[in-house]
């Protein structure tokens, strides 16, 4: 990108964040106002804020975990050396969490209590290269006076797309389109390719991935994250950290936890219930500890009346203790609000300001002086020196890592920025992940796939560049041109961007078609010409009257904390709340110009590039638009992706990630809005358990397009389901077994919702997915446990999918396991996981109304 676009953006970033962090500051200094009971029209406000008092506290670490390798099961590991993607073993980083653990305390014994607080805050926004820095240190020898001990600090940067903030990087797809590959492979490539890019630029710390849940389908930051269902976002989460791990950088798993909307996201509190934290919301982030995640970052609200960052049932009893995290957490920026968050379970504070650039920390002198007056206790801060230190051993950080080699804040000096080019051929993974990640809604008298039409018109703002180039808004708060990303910290800046119009004509001139294009989306109708005459067209429809197919392509937008700028683009009714969308329409227009277009027609496409589901009810039963394709965010090789697929060289094999309902009120919850500035919104999650597809399920409302749903070219039966128990030679867990198989919960001990037991195969579903069709195509079938009636739980739940990729013919045996956990709820008496009485049943098929084959299990 252009250097002065990037020092553009860091100008203003500063003084954005700066506006930004006063209100968290503020906030975390005070009590929220107390309200009145509000009216119905006004949102409920939580008036009790759950804060530690000043007192003594006492700490025990929690034990690093030492269980027994289990051979073919429970294989010991590094995070450098995972098991491939999809495998049934599940990694055992226990012995190198031990080894790190072990070598961070050794090295923090020669410490001083200043040294130890100084790993664990920030040095402030701007005072370090990256986004987020921590302290160094540099111990002398006095008697040879030479260095005897170092730890250069740790650099931390964005995002969970790519690298944010600096140049000659790789824009990857978002989250969102990466679970709608629902291909472990895919993700884990996409994570390591990332992975290797942060290291190239000397990043300690990725700040990846999202783990939100996209509990309200208008949340800002859902596409940066892996979609509605828990087990699907845990999967995304699994690999994704896998493959950033294997390159030696960090991952962070963030933000936990009930982060869900953008509006007053920083006063705004979560009210979660015991049981559907664990089976919803804690379950990504528990697979993410799974793969050995580094870091943890807590986000900006409340839950239930806490801050997130000193929630001591979060951070401690539920991620430290059932979890059995090993690593740190760390604040969201600006997110720490008392040097008490120490006792809940922080262990850094970032960017280490209390409002940025002020120069003041919750935590540095602050905490110094809570240890030297006995209100915090002196191992606590060992604890947190040694988990931030032990993710930098245990990922080898200390041996020849390279050194950062930008400067955020300071782009154009050359002594800081040597402009290492980290893209290497990444940008063929970014197109085959766009185009997997691509899901075929509507296809209607094989309109798709294209095959060398005479004329075509491309419509929509949505197909070409914007005037201001890849990069021309800050953050990305701005939409002109094709939309490829959303904006905010979560986005990175492009080294190109292939437009939908630029692809297109690529490939029309190999096919020697007539490409004629229209990108305004508000001059709809014009002077229709005469046939063959050389007229003048001034219209959307007339430009797609009488060619052979006319792809329109629409989007809608959405991001972090921020309303977009809308200098000169017109949005129309799409209001905007600081980051979440207003509604779930298309954006600019998008319904009317379809119709336009269909109107004069009758091979309309659609193209949709979007952040998560929108109304398609104005057009999508239209019998002139014959086909939509779902684009997602396709990063940077955007055009040539959604080629790929319009022509069919990739045929499409993309599943939804989310119910596109028919009515935004078919869906379980909305964004809480409206609240004055000094009030802390109340948002209750009533729906419980039944977000995104459970609730369409539990209250037989009909989707327009259900999770898991997507078309292909081709057609897949399936045939042949068997189940049967897996037994194991191991039998150290026996009586835990026997004890669950009896309905006894499972204890409530130091990583028991990570033992090995409770995940490891206990049955094994196979089948047969055959390609019936005429061309080769890739499947992704879908299990669904049904939950006898006693357990509670919504009609179907999704605890297993595979990839297969068939020639025309072929068919393949395939496999999906379930664990003890998988066929388990959560007694929040109990405090464990317990199998309800009862008949289980499951379903195997195509999407989640879409089942092919039934079964029982054989409890």
Not at 63 to 83: D, E, H, L, Y
Not at 195 to 221: D, H
Not at 812 to 822: N, V
Request: with cysteine.
């Amino acid at each position: 990108m252009a250097l002065w676009i990037l020092s553009t953006q860091l100008s203003v970033l500063c003084a954005l964040l700066l506006a930004a962090s006063s209100v968290n500051a503020q906030s975390g200094s005070s009590q929220p106002s107390i309200s009145t009971p509000p009216t119905s029209s006004e949102p409920a406000t939580e008036t009790t804020l759950i804060t530690l008092p000043i007192s003594s506290y006492t700490f025990s670490s929690f034990p690093v975990p030492s269980a027994s390798p289990i051979p073919g099961t429970f294989s010991s590991t590094s995070p450098k050396s995972p098991p491939p993607p999809g495998s049934e073993l599940i990694p055992d980083f226990a012995p190198a969490w031990a080894m790190a653990h072990s070598r961070a305390k050794e090295f923090i014994s020669g410490l001083t209590l200043e040294q130890k607080v100084n790993v664990s805050t920030g040095v402030g926004l701007g005072n370090g290269p990256c986004i987020g820095n921590t302290g160094t240190l540099s111990l002398l020898d006095t008697g040879s006076n030479t260095t005897r001990l170092s730890w250069p600090g740790l650099c931390l940067s964005d995002s969970p797309l790519g690298v944010n903030y600096v140049d000659l990087v790789t824009a990857f797809p978002a989250g969102i389109t990466a679970a709608s590959t629902w291909n472990r492979t895919l993700l884990r490539l996409r994570g390591e390719a990332m992975g290797a890019e942060f290291r190239g630029k000397g990043i300690n710390v990725a700040l990846s991935p999202v783990l939100g849940m996209g509990r309200v389908p208008q949340g800002g930051r859902n596409w940066e994250a892996f979609g509605a269902d828990p087990f699907l976002a845990g999967e995304a989460g699994y690999e994704t950290v896998l493959g950033l791990q294997q390159n030696g950088v960090q991952a962070c798993a963030k933000h936990y936890i009930n982060n869900e909307q953008e509006h007053k996201r920083d006063h705004e509190s979560s009210h979660v219930d015991d049981r559907t934290e664990h089976e919803i919301y804690l379950h990504p982030f528990m697979r993410a500890v799974q793969a050995g995640v580094a870091s943890v970052m807590c986000s900006y609200n409340q839950i239930n009346a806490s801050w997130a960052c000193e929630n001591e049932r979060t951070l401690n009893q539920l991620l430290k203790g059932e979890t059995g995290f090993q690593g740190y957490t760390m604040s969201d920026w600006g997110a720490h609000h008392s040097t008490l968050a120490a006792v809940a379970g922080l262990d850094m504070s970032m960017p280490g300001d209390i409002s940025f650039g002020s120069g003041t920390s919750w935590w540095g002198a602050n905490l110094t002086a809570f240890v030297e007056n006995g209100t915090i206790s002196e191992s606590r801060v060992n604890d947190m020196a040694e988990r931030i230190i032990a993710a930098w051993f245990l990922l080898g950080q200390d041996d020849n890592y390279p050194p950062v080699n930008f400067d955020t804040f300071d782009p154009f000096n050359p002594a800081k920025n040597q402009n290492v080019n980290v893209q290497a051929d990444h940008y063929k993974l970014v197109r085959e992940v766009a185009a997997a990640g691509t899901v075929l809604l509507k296809n209607v008298g094989g309109a798709l796939p294209l095959r060398a039409p005479k004329t075509i018109a491309i419509i929509g703002n949505d197909a070409g560049p914007s005037t201001r180039g890849p990069n021309g808004y800050f953050f990305n708060f701005g939409l002109d041109g094709t939309l490829a990303r959303g904006w905010g910290s979560g986005s990175t800046s492009m080294p190109y961007l292939i437009t939908p119009l630029e692809a297109i004509q690529e490939r029309a001139r190999q096919d020697q078609s007539d490409v004629s294009w229209f990108l305004d989306n508000w001059a709809l109708a014009g002077t229709q010409p005469l046939v063959g005459s050389q007229g003048f067209v001034n219209g959307a429809n007339d430009t797609a009257f009488g060619q052979d197919v006319a792809i329109v392509f629409v989007n809608a937008d959405s991001g972090e904390d921020q309303t977009i700028n809308t200098s000169n683009i017109v949005f129309g009714d799409d209001t905007l709340d600081f980051g979440d969308r207003g509604n779930l329409t298309l954006w600019m227009n998008a319904d009317n110009l379809i119709n336009a277009v269909a109107a004069v027609n009758n091979n309309t496409i659609v193209v949709v590039h979007s952040v998560g589901p929108a109304i398609l009810e104005p057009w999508i039963e239209n019998p002139n638009v014959t086909a939509v394709v779902w684009a997602n965010l396709p990063g940077q090789e955007s055009g040539n992706s959604i080629v790929d697929v319009l022509y069919g060289d990739v045929n499409p094999s993309g599943k939804l990630p989310y119910t596109i309902a028919r009515r935004t009120e078919d869906y379980p919850a909305e964004p809480v809005t409206g609240g004055t500035a000094d009030e802390i919104l109340l948002v209750e999650y009533t729906e419980k358990l039944n977000i995104d597809y459970r609730h369409f399920d539990a209250n037989n409302i009909e989707p327009r397009f259900e999770f898991g749903f997507g078309l292909s070219y081709t057609n897949f039966s399936y045939s042949d389901l068997t189940i049967r128990a897996v037994h194991h030679t191991d039998h150290t867990s026996a009586a835990l077994e026997a004890a669950w198989a009896d309905g006894e919960a499972s204890p409530n001990v130091e990583g028991g919702s990570t033992a090995i037991w409770l995940h490891r195969p206990a049955f094994e579903v196979s089948f047969t997915v055959a390609n019936t069709g005429k061309v080769k195509g890739g499947e992704i079938p879908q299990l669904y446990l049904h939950f006898p009636s006693s357990a509670g739980e919504p009609p179907s739940v999704l605890r297993g999918f595979a990839d297969v990729l068939l020639n025309p013919g072929q068919s393949k045996a395939l496999t999906i396991t379930l664990s003890r956990y998988d066929l388990s709820v959560w007694d929040a008496g109990a405090q464990g996981w317990r199998k309800p009485d009862g008949q289980f049943t499951f379903s195997v098929g195509a999407s989640s109304r879409d089942f092919r084959l039934k079964g029982s299990v054989p409890l």
